[in-house]
Structures are given as structure tokens and as C-alpha cells.
């Protein structure tokens, strides 16, 4: 299956600065997926996001889900050393639940 | 406590041996997973399971057998045909969002 792709695959932030990544693909996706893995750990479910221009937020998390359904965004607002991990989002694949995840983007937070 | 569980954690297997990863949920999902993940990058879907006695193969199938005769486990073989099998494996479950297992790192020399 076609990966989605994410950007950037990195970013050093000082704590306190934000941070985005952002997923796209080229086919409209039915629904997009996050999800978090700590260093060592293993993924953990953020949330889904389901209509065109939808927007949730999570505490100093906010998901984005674009108006054509072609994109979405992570964002937090002032960095915590708990953010560390690589974030991925995935999308819906072929028919049920099968997903296809992103390639991540892998965030460092520095004191 | 529901959850996933893998075992063991590590692994460490000479080349041309078989090694089946172990996957086991309480959670009464019906399907479950099992995805490749190689340092630095993303999930790989190995073979998927929407029920039991049935299973699919996903994106990167070839070298790698699975069972699924009951519904809380869905274990996963290494074959020696498996040109690359160092890796960390994880499997899920999960009708909507997936729930992890901790993984098991497999290391083949």
C-alpha cells in the first residue's frame, strides 16, 4: 500500500516552542489516524479524525483534518520533554480497518 | 487487565531457523495485526486477521506465515525465507483505532 507521507521526518525544538507535523496524501482519505511511540515503546492510539475541516484538540494538542480530506496536521503548543517520540498518522486502506501508516516525524525536545 | 501482550521481548535466532512471535489479547477484538518496523522508520503491515480462521496477507508477506485458530492469539513465524528478519515486530488488535503490544525485537544472526 502507498505510504502517506509526512513532514518534516525530524524537528529539534526547544521546550516551550511549538511544534507541527504534517501528513499528506494524494488520494482522499476516508478518515486519518494518529498515533505516538515513545522511544523503545510501542504506538498509542491519539485520535481519529472523520469530517472535512474537522478540528480536535487534546490538551496542548491540536489535530487538524483538511477541508479536501488530503491532509492533516499535528500540532503542540509550547513543548514538553513528555512530547518526545515519533508521532505517525495513518489512513484507512482497501476495505474494513486495515490502516496504512506514515512515515513519522520524529521529535526531539531539548531543555 | 486488558491488554496485549508479546513475548519475549527479545529474541535471538541463527539464520536459516524458523522463530514464531507470540500474540496474545483480552480484548475481544476480532481482528488483529502484525506490523514490521526497521530503525527509523514507519509501521509495515505483515499479515492482518478480521476473524478467526481467516487472515490476509498485508504489504510485506513474503518470508512470514501466520495462524489465527482462536481468537485471542494471532501468532507470527519467521521463516528462513525472510531475507531481512532483524526487526521489531509489533502486533495489534483493534476494530477502529489499534492497541499495541510492547513489541518483541528480533535479532537474527
Known amino acids: 500500500g502507498q505510504q502517506v507521507m509526512q513532514i518534516p521526518q525530524y524537528q529539534h525544538v526547544q521546550e516551550g516552542e511549538d511544534f507541527t507535523t504534517y501528513c499528506n496524501s494524494s488520494?482522499?482519505?476516508?478518515?486519518i489516524q494518529w498515533y505516538k511511540q515513545r522511544p523503545g515503546g510501542h504506538p498509542v492510539f491519539l485520535i481519529q479524525?472523520?469530517?472535512?475541516?474537522e478540528v480536535k484538540k487534546q490538551k496542548r494538542l491540536t489535530f487538524q483534518f483538511g477541508e479536501a480530506k488530503k491532509n492533516s496536521s499535528l500540532h503542540i503548543t509550547a513543548t514538553q520533554t513528555t512530547d518526545v517520540g515519533t508521532y505517525f498518522c495513518a489512513k484507512v486502506t482497501g476495505g474494513g480497518n486495515k490502516l496504512t501508516f506514515g512515515t513519522g516525524t520524529q521529535l526531539k525536545v531539548e531543555l | 487487565d486488558g491488554g496485549i501482550t508479546q513475548s519475549p521481548k527479545y529474541l535471538f535466532r541463527k539464520e536459516g531457523q524458523n522463530v514464531t512471535l507470540s500474540c496474545e489479547q483480552n480484548?475481544?477484538?476480532?481482528?488483529m495485526y502484525w506490523y514490521r518496523q526497521d530503525p527509523g522508520q514507519g509501521l509495515r503491515l505483515i499479515y492482518y486477521?478480521?476473524?478467526?480462521?481467516?487472515?490476509q496477507k498485508g504489504d510485506i508477506a513474503e518470508g512470514y506465515s501466520v495462524s489465527r485458530e482462536k481468537k485471542e492469539s494471532f501468532p507470527l513465524t519467521v521463516t528462513s525465507a525472510q531475507k531481512n528478519p532483524t526487526a521489531f515486530y509489533l502486533c495489534a488488535s483493534g476494530q477502529y483505532e489499534q492497541y499495541f503490544g510492547p513489541g518483541t525485537r528480533l535479532t537474527v544472526t
Open positions: 479524525l472523520v469530517k472535512s475541516g
Open positions: 480484548l475481544n477484538h476480532d481482528a
Open positions: 488520494t482522499t482519505l476516508s478518515n
Open positions: 486477521s478480521q476473524i478467526v480462521n481467516d487472515f
